[in-house]
């Protein structure tokens, strides 16, 4: 049986970011996100196929980060959270 220091419990910096157990901030916000990803994108319309509702994955995504309205966010987009994105200071 593994103890504290194997490696199975050690964070791999290269793996996907997790949430923390038992945290329901961070949680919360995850699962609201998944959320809305299948209200407003996976079954938001009929697709044909899976490769058309992958292929509108990028404009749903732009959409969500740089023009939907958050109530988290007073109403703003995620992106004008972030001061360094490509392009801003043109």
């Not at 949430?19 to 697709?47: C, F, I, M």
């Not at 490769?51 to 992106?79: C, I, M, S, V």
Request: no cysteine.
């Amino acid at each position: 049986m593994p103890g504290p220091s194997s490696s199975s419990n050690q964070k791999d910096p290269h793996g996907p970011p997790h949430t923390r157990p038992h945290r329901s901030q961070t949680n919360g916000k995850v699962e609201r996100y998944n959320r809305t990803l299948l209200d407003e994108w996976v079954y938001a319309r009929p697709y044909l196929s899976e490769q058309e509702r992958r292929d509108a994955f990028p404009a749903w995504l732009h959409n969500y980060n740089h023009h939907r309205r958050h109530t988290a966010l007073k109403g703003l987009p995620p992106a004008s959270r972030v001061p360094n994105l490509s392009g801003q200071y043109i």
